[in-house]
């Protein structure tokens, strides 16, 4: 019995999200960081760590505020590049 294409697209996605079940496991551990580019104490923080409250309360897990004082001139790339560097292995 030949499958349709909408038949291979959903096993395709089942097959997908059943090989990321271990690794949002895994996640669920962390904390979740939000990178701020400004000084602590100032507007930014301050929004940041009442969405880090809701989120956390939310999502009940950790959530950090990381504040780092001229971070709009950092690309995102490679401030996850680093952030790879530095978190553990599951």
Do not use: W, Y
């Not at 551990?29 to 956390?56: C, E, H, N, Q």
């Not at 709009?72 to 996850?80: H, V, Y």
Request: hydrophobic fraction near 50%.
């Amino acid at each position: 019995m030949p499958f349709s294409k909408r038949q291979f697209l959903a096993s395709a996605a089942l097959t997908v999200l059943a090989s990321m079940a271990p690794a949002v496991h895994a996640a669920t551990d962390k904390p979740i960081t939000i990178v701020v580019g400004s000084p602590a104490g100032g507007t930014t923080d301050a929004l940041a760590r009442l969405i880090a409250r809701s989120m956390g309360e939310t999502l009940q897990r950790s959530v950090v505020v990381d504040n780092k004082p001229g971070a709009a001139a950092i690309s995102l790339p490679s401030m996850l590049r680093a952030a790879r560097r530095t978190a553990p292995r599951c």
